[in-house]
């Protein structure tokens, strides 16, 4: 890795550390603190540059301070942030546990449920799973559980003896012979039929089922039912200017994957440190950016709670001074969310909450700089935005299947649920009086980040609904950020890349 | 019930009951006691006044009847009813009753008489009862010299004269039916001549055998001979296993009654469909091969209770009603059961799939019961711990509530259920307490008992038994919670009832997941013993029921040796080989002899009627050639003056598993396969306790002279077998290496041949087997089996290896007395020693597991270890002040009950606890503590403790062989300075302690104006670095706890309610507590941060 640093640095050394003092030299104004857990941001002051040619880079740094009639004005943005419903602050751990969670979810979706039930079935009658009646047509609604021969369970771990072979851990669990069983508070009863098939629903969903008790006391299922897609406000007025929200994932900054060269191709661009007028114009136009989790990562081995010697704890610290210094640069020049992802120094279960403002002496100091929770719920130019880190999309592709991973995005809309296998498999906060993962409004633009590769599609709901689904792809692997214009919700990528070899 | 503890309500194996013991029990080691106990039809009015009872409360609850109607039993086809098609049915249970004789088919007989009944059921699933006629209880005795038929027809007179003097035997008219003279031979000796004159005394009831055979034995006064004692034959048979020999029945099988040949009842005694009189000599009786191999559609009844006991108690029939009954009902063959219900007091709401009947009152639950196993007429009734807790529970509830006609349970009309206390005690199983309930006509079978025969298991509570073999844990309600959900609403008493069902669906999944049906008939169809006698008695009887079929073909007669208590002849047993304690890194051959003692049986022919005595031997002046002497002294003639009867039926019982096993590998069919497997198993079984059945000494019939002369022979061909290895394998020899015999065993010897490869070690091994196996007698055979590579042998009976049967992969690892399960160790030991052997042999990372170890302790003497490692388990057998010593789970179940007696420990449970960090000199028994308490209150443990008295024995026993100066390396080295204890939160000098903050990362105190930081002025700076470390711990906690917590719910197979389980047993229940623990506290650490 620091080979790599080495030889860009022979190659394009000089240009590129001037540019990063002419940046920190314009915009050393510390700006006052600002409380991240706010809700309403100002709206955010222009920040201006210079036309920065390329060729003439070295010049760069005497213009800095001197503004003058070649100046690109960055665009602004109105940003509010919704995040509240995934923070935990005085929520803590006093013995509750997570039937709680299923519990107000059922209520939540079913209420919802019942509400579509006149226009589905009016004429069936709708029962609990205790009322069922062998043989009698009905509709019931409850949360489904799927037994997963295949699921891992703790308990194997702890009491199985070492087996000899080491156990393999396969990437997905689904097997032929899952099947789903129906609960509510009254109890359960077994699915069965072709309609519902085990291998899309994942222990968690809560939705109404159409069919009949058989003979051996299980349900055939007729027909199904889902939430469906919440109600969406109107996309704001579609003839403004283009606006673009960068969204970037998995920069990994101390693996052996990340690519410091990259990264900071992908600062310079957006800061626009880079390239001609017309690609600076384009820079121009991000009026946000989003960081999508597993920004750093850091050594587990580390942190098993012993001290540490001082080449230990710099090696801990090191990855995340040098994050901080990539995250300074944009935060000086335009608003930055940060998320916390698996891999991150931040809590491990649903929903995250925001990496804390000391892991950031740099940026934190900019009013631009947020740190935010995991999900993440915003609107920017009253477009709204929805987005994970990638843990609920991850842990549907482990315990369900889809033909892409936009299928999966697309069922959490469908079933309401964010993230439906939390916490059965997806490790979460035991909530007892809501449920932050039940979508009530839909989102314009909902992202899952650290997937594979880049995709994405406009999802259109039967209430004219429309959504932009997006696969943020890991950066460090693939050196992909998306762009997405506001104005109409397109979306492009912006490919870096290094070949250092040629 | 809660069958949580279910194993601990009955008193520990291998120990003598604590109380007196009935007087009649006193024999130290019995292997039984057969007496037939004669039962006698009830009279004929209070059958008609329980028919009218019953059909009284049938109207009253026509609804459930009509329920319970859906289940009868098919239809009877018409040919049965007009006699006109034979019955061909798998017969489950034999038993007999005293009755009239039967006029109709026994014309000239007067008098009462045994009938035996014959329970079973037809291909079609018809339950049969089969009252068979005309069998008469016999037994023998030597012939006086010069008794002619005259003095015979006298001693026929003074004997009846005797028997008259016991006025029990007035109520026939004849006690002594005949005494024949007939020609026999006894078993006993070698003897030339091939028959003598015996006499064959018949008498009128199978009791009377007994009481005529001590007249007998005491001696009776013959006019002529005088005074005179004899001894009897064959006295000590049961009548059952009589009758069943001498129709040639054995335990299971199919019999066939010919059309026209029986008859059926007029008035039926029972409840099966259909009842009918026959003659016994007109019986079929069909091997159990080919078609007749078959199972019947039996049903099979498994079921549980749950009793609402009082706080702090646990439930006892006088005081604590049943609440409910759980049933399953399932056919013989078929994967799931076709009944399902539960029984409530008190309203209970719907569970899907189950049929729940709520009643008011417990008598209406009990004969609701009652009603239910008389309409789906089980004919096997399984359950756990059924015969010692459920049904005993149940029959003395309904008599402490009065409900007579509760007890009828059985297939006979006007029975009711007994229950009697016994003792069964047998040297292989040790000695248990067990009650008898008698359901005539139904086979239970406990799983329970048959888990402890057949399985040696650190915990036979049905959640860790279920754990061990269906890899499920089975949710466990505390018995003090029980109560409180009864008394709830019809939610909670729902929630008790899905326990309930599981309670009584995992008996039937062990049935079915370990083929007990199919062993166990397979067993009774080898032996020849009725299914009923497999669990409830030894495996003694399973051999002299051979022993008495075979003897039979040959006119021979077994001789009731009189018992004599107490006086043990003892002999040498097998023989161990000096074991050179070692870790081999080199392959390890094993040679084994196939079935050791039978073939040492069958190769000298050493049985009852080839033994010469030494008194014989000189007056027979047999020639040497035609005898053996075994290396312990006794003679025995060879096979071509006569052949043994033991070695007989050893040769039939291998020849048949050869069949088996044969037939095993052609099958295809699962069910074939099952019941194939099945039968081999039993075939092994009961060729190896044969010689036990020879060396029981207080046996039906022991004769050490075989036994010690076996064991003999064993020792003998180990020997011969490590000098031939020696002497042939040698460099000398042309072999690239010197062989050596490290260690032997009673039927194996390893030998290390000093080649590098498993493959070459194979083929020398098999050389070896098959070279000196040429020098055997056959059918003795040494067979090369597996290779052990690497080996660690620790001392005799204690060895650990990898274990090869084909040269390209190893089968697994195989251990031995290594204890590694043992209860009262803890789960670290357990572990510890799993993963040195796993990082030993198989990764064959010897400073590896040396870390391992340090690393352990290490974190043991840290403070790091995993609570739940350290939870050390006793049972609690009997209360405080009956123990002699002070223990540390009594003092601790003692402690907990001034706590609180609602959860403290009762007798019969089992306590677990930890060793806790004392004042100095506190006795050990002192430290006990509770784990949850410690947990709650953060009670320092006390790592040396563990380190002395729980890890470092077994860590040295594997260790010393590979490294030197094992104990100061692994036990005192630099990882055990540092130590940490947890400040516990309550007690002593902690009330006056003072809280104050210190800095995250370095523990300094903050004082003063940065009362508020996380960190002080020295470690600023370090933010990253420290946060990164307390968001870690959460992050770490955060899963554990999501990943516990699910489990639970899981486990308890509902996601809206919360998890009630308190299941000890289970692996993650203190994890799981912990986890909620440690989670809170990682919480607060880390809103330090958030300055």
């Known amino acids: 890795m620091s080979s790599f640093l080495d030889i860009f640095v022979t190659a394009q050394g000089n240009n590129l550390s001037n540019a990063f003092t002419s940046r920190l030299s314009s915009h050393n104004k510390p700006p006052p603190p600002l409380d991240t857990f706010s809700l309403h941001c100002p709206p955010l002051p222009a920040r201006c540059f210079h036309s920065p040619i390329s060729t003439e880079l070295p010049t760069l740094a005497m213009t800095a301070m001197d503004v003058d009639t070649d100046m690109i004005q960055r665009k602004q943005s109105l940003y509010q942030s919704m995040d509240e419903m995934f923070e935990i602050q005085k929520e803590m751990y006093k013995g ?16 919802l449920i019942y509400s579509l039930l006149p226009n589905w079935k009016p004429h069936l009658p709708v029962c609990t799973v205790l009322g069922l009646e062998e043989g009698k047509e009905c509709i019931i609604v409850g949360t489904l559980y799927k037994h997963m021969k295949l699921k891992p369970t703790i308990l194997s771990e702890y009491s199985k003896e070492r087996t000899v072979t080491p156990l393999v851990t396969p990437d997905n669990f689904v097997h032929p012979d899952d099947n789903l069983v129906l609960e509510d508070e009254s109890g359960r009863v077994n699915l069965k039929g072709n309609i519902l098939s085990p291998s899309v629903y994942v222990t968690g969903n809560v939705v109404a089922l159409h069919g009949k008790e058989t003979s051996g006391g299980d349900f055939l299922v007729e027909d199904l039912l889902e939430a469906g897609l919440p109600p969406q406000s109107d996309l704001p007025n579609k003839s403004g200017e283009d606006k673009y929200v960068v969204l970037v994932s998995g920069l990994n900054v101390g693996s052996s994957s990340s690519n410091p060269l990259q990264l900071q191709l992908l600062v310079d661009h957006i800061t626009g440190h880079l390239g001609d007028e017309k690609e600076q114009l384009s820079a121009a136009q991000i009026v946000q950016v989003v960081v999508a989790g597993n920004s750093v990562q850091i050594q587990h081995g580390l942190l098993n709670g012993q001290n540490l010697a001082s080449k230990d704890q710099s090696k801990l610290s090191e990855p995340i001074k040098e994050l901080d210094i990539f995250l300074t640069q944009i935060a000086a020049g335009i608003p930055i969310d940060i998320m916390p992802g698996y891999n991150d120094p931040a ?48 842990d549907l592709g482990k315990y369900s299947k889809a033909e892409d991973r936009l299928e999966f995005l697309e069922r959490t809309l469908r079933w309401r649920h964010l993230a439906p296998t939390a916490p059965n498999t997806l490790g979460c906060y035991p909530f007892t009086d809501r449920d932050p993962f039940f979508i009530e409004s839909c989102p314009h633009v909902y992202f899952v980040g650290n997937q594979d590769k880049y995709a994405t599609r406009i999802l259109k709901g039967s209430e004219g609904q429309v959504v932009r689904l997006i696969c943020i792809p890991k950066f460090s692997e693939t050196g992909v950020a998306v762009m997405v214009n506001l104005r109409n919700l397109e979306c492009h990528t912006l490919s870096f890349g290094t070949q250092i070899s040629s | 019930m809660n069958k949580g503890n279910s194993n601990n309500r009955k008193r520990p194996a291998q120990q003598p009951p604590a109380g007196p013991p009935p007087p009649k029990h006193q024999t130290p080691v019995m292997e039984e006691e057969d007496m037939d106990e004669d039962v006698f039809i009830q009279q004929e009015e209070d059958l008609v006044n329980e028919d009218e009872l019953i059909l009284r409360d049938m109207e009253d609850r026509e609804a459930l009847a009509d329920r319970m109607r859906k289940w009868k039993r098919p239809g009877l086809s018409p040919g049965y009813l007009n006699q006109s098609q034979s019955i061909v049915f798998q017969q489950l249970e034999i038993d007999y009753v005293i009755g009239e004789s039967h006029k109709g088919l026994i014309p000239n007989a007067s008098g009462p008489a045994a009938i035996i009944r014959i329970f079973g ?63 026999k031979k006894s078993i006993m000796y070698y003897q030339q001549h091939s028959s003598q004159p015996f006499l064959k005394i018949v008498v009128a009831l199978p009791t009377m055998v007994a009481s005529c055979r001590g007249i007998l034995d005491k001696g009776i006064q013959i006019d002529g001979i005088g005074m005179k004692s004899f001894m009897t034959y064959e006295s000590n048979v049961l009548f059952v296993l009589r009758f069943m020999i001498d129709c040639k029945i054995v335990g299971g099988n199919w019999i066939e009654v010919p059309a026209h040949k029986y008859m059926k009842t007029t008035k039926n005694m029972s409840y099966s469909q259909l009842e009918f009189d026959c003659l016994y000599s007109e019986l079929i009786s ?24 009082r706080k702090g108690l646990f439930p006892e029939p006088t005081h604590d009603p049943v609440i409910q009954i759980a049933n399953l009902v399932t056919l013989q063959g078929e994967e799931n059961p076709f009944v399902r219900n539960v029984m409530t007091l008190n309203t209970c709401s719907p569970i899907v799939g189950v049929d729940v009947m709520s009643f008011d009152t417990e008598r209406e639950v009990l004969l609701a019961w009652r009603d239910f196993i008389r309409e789906i007429d089980p004919d096997i009734i399984i359950g756990y711990n059924i015969c010692k807790f459920d049904l005993p529970y149940l029959i003395q509830r309904a008599e402490t509530l009065k409900i007579t006609e509760f007890p009828l349970l059985g297939r006979i009309r006007n029975s009711r259920v007994r229950v009697k206390d016994t003792t069964f005690s047998s040297r292989q199983y040790g000695t248990r307490e067990s009650k008898e309930v008698t359901l005539e006509g139904r086979v239970q079978f406990d799983l329970l008992q048959a888990m402890q025969r057949d399985y040696k298991l650190s915990s036979y509570s049905l959640n860790s038994v279920s754990a061990h073999f269906l890899n499920e844990q089975k949710e466990d309600v505390h018995h003090s919670i029980i109560s409180d959900l009864q008394n709830g609403n019809p939610e909670t008493r729902r929630r008790l009832a899905v326990y309930c069902l599981k309670d009584a669906y995992l008996p039937q999944r062990l049935l079915d997941k370990l083929m007990y049906i199919y062993n166990y008939v397979e067993m009774a169809r080898v032996t020849g013993v009725p299914i009923s006698f497999l669990l409830s008695r030894g495996q003694s009887i399973k051999v002299l029921s051979q022993l008495l079929r075979k003897a039979k073909q040959k006119n021979l007669v077994l001789p009731n040796v009189k018992q004599q208590g107490g006086e043990q002849g003892t002999y040498e047993g097998a023989t161990v080989l000096e074991a050179r304690a070692g870790f081999y890194e080199k392959p390890i051959a094993t040679l084994d002899f196939a079935s050791l003692y039978p073939s040492i049986m069958m190769a000298y022919n050493l049985c009852y009627c080839t033994l010469v005595t030494a008194e014989d031997a000189r007056k027979l002046n047999l020639p040497p050639e035609c005898v053996n002497k075994t290396p312990s002294g006794e003679l025995f003639v060879k096979s071509n003056l006569q052949k043994g009867i033991l070695p007989e039926i050893l040769e039939e019982l291998l020849a048949a598993r050869r069949r088996a096993k044969a037939d095993l590998k052609e099958a295809k069919d699962p069910l074939v396969k099952a019941v194939l497997d099945g039968r081999q198993l039993a075939l092994k079984i009961s060729a190896n306790s044969v010689y036990g059945f020879t060396g029981a000494t207080i046996g039906q019939l022991p004769c050490l002279e075989i036994s010690s002369s076996v064991t003999s022979y ?22 690239e290496h010197n062989a050596e015999v490290i260690y032997g065993d009673t039927d194996s010897v390893m030998v290390q041949f000093g080649v590098p490869t498993v493959d070459e070690a194979m083929k020398l091994g098999r050389e070896a087997a098959d070279y000196i196996s040429g020098t055997f007698i056959k059918p003795i055979k040494l067979e090369f089996e597996k290779v052990y590579f690497p080996y660690l042998l620790i001392s005799k009976k204690r060895y650990a290896g990898l274990y090869w049967t084909n040269p390209d992969k190893y089968d697994k690892m195989d251990t031995k007395g290594i ?19 796993h990082r030993i042999l198989i990764d064959r990372d010897v400073p590896g597991a040396v870390q391992f170890v340090k690393n352990t302790i290490s974190d043991l003497l840290m403070n790091r270890m995993d609570l739940s490692l350290l939870v050390i388990t006793k049972g ?32 019969g449970d089992r306590v677990p606890y930890v060793i806790i960090k004392a004042a100095k000199g506190a006795k050990a028994y002192e430290k006990s503590e509770d784990p949850i308490y410690v947990l709650e209150n953060n009670i320092p443990i006390d790592p040396q403790y563990y380190l002395e008295n729980q890890i470092s024995k077994p860590l040295l026993r594997i260790f010393e062989p590979i490294l030197k100066n094992a104990s100061r390396e692994l036990l005192h080295g630099s990882h055990t300075r540092a130590i940490s204890i947890s400040t516990p939160s309550t007690g002593g000098i902690m009330k006056f302690a003072k809280k104050q903050l210190t800095c995250v990362g370095c523990k300094a105190v903050i004082s003063g104006k940065d009362q508020n930081q996380t960190l002080c002025a020295h470690c600023k700076g370090r933010e990253a670095e420290l946060y990164c470390k307390t968001v870690a711990n959460v992050s770490d906690l955060e899963n554990l706890f999501g990943r516990l917590w699910t489990q639970c719910q899981e486990c308890q197979g509902s996601l809206h309610q919360d998890v009630l389980c308190t299941s000890r047993d289970c692996p993650i229940f203190y994890r799981r507590k912990k986890a909620q623990k440690d989670m809170a506290e990682a919480k607060v650490q880390l809103e330090r941060w958030n300055f």
Do not use: W
């Open chain 1, 96 to 111: 509750q546990q997570y039937s709680q969670i299923y519990y107000i979810r059922l209520h939540l979706i079913r209420t």
């Open chain 1, 347 to 394: 809590n491990f279960a649903l929903p995250q909450q925001p990496l804390n403002r000391c892991l950031f002496p740099g940026s934190a100091a900019y009013n631009t700089f947020r740190s935010c929770t995991n999900p993440h719920f915003f609107d920017v130019d009253n477009v709204r935005f929805l987005g994970t880190s990638g843990q609920n999309i991850d």
């Open chain 2, 121 to 183: 059921v037809t291909q079609e699933g018809n339950s049969i009862c089969c009252n068979v006629h005309g069998f008469e209880p016999y037994f023998f005795i030597s012939c006086p010299p010069g008794m002619g038929p005259d003095d015979i027809s006298r001693f026929h007179q003074v004997l009846e004269g005797r028997m008259r003097e016991d006025k029990r035997n007035n109520s026939v008219p004849k006690c002594i039916l005949r005494v024949e003279l007939v020609q």
């Open chain 2, 286 to 309: 069909h091997v159990p091969e080919g078609e007749y191999s078959k199972m019947a559609p039996f049903r099979i009844l498994s079921f549980d209770i749950e009793c609402a006991g």
């Open chain 2, 714 to 735: 064993g020792r003998q061909m180990i020997e011969h077998t490590k000098k031939l290895v020696e002497d042939k394998f040698t460099t000398l020899k042309g072999y």
């Open chain 2, 819 to 837: 204890e590694t399960v043992r209860r009262d160790n803890c789960l670290l030991v357990k572990n510890l020693v799993t993963e040195c052997l």
């Open chain 2, 876 to 907: 609690l057998t009997k209360a405080g002040e009956d123990y002699e010593n002070k223990a540390a789970h009594v003092e601790l179940a003692e402690r907990m009950r001034k706590r609180d007696a609602a959860t403290a420990p009762n007798v």
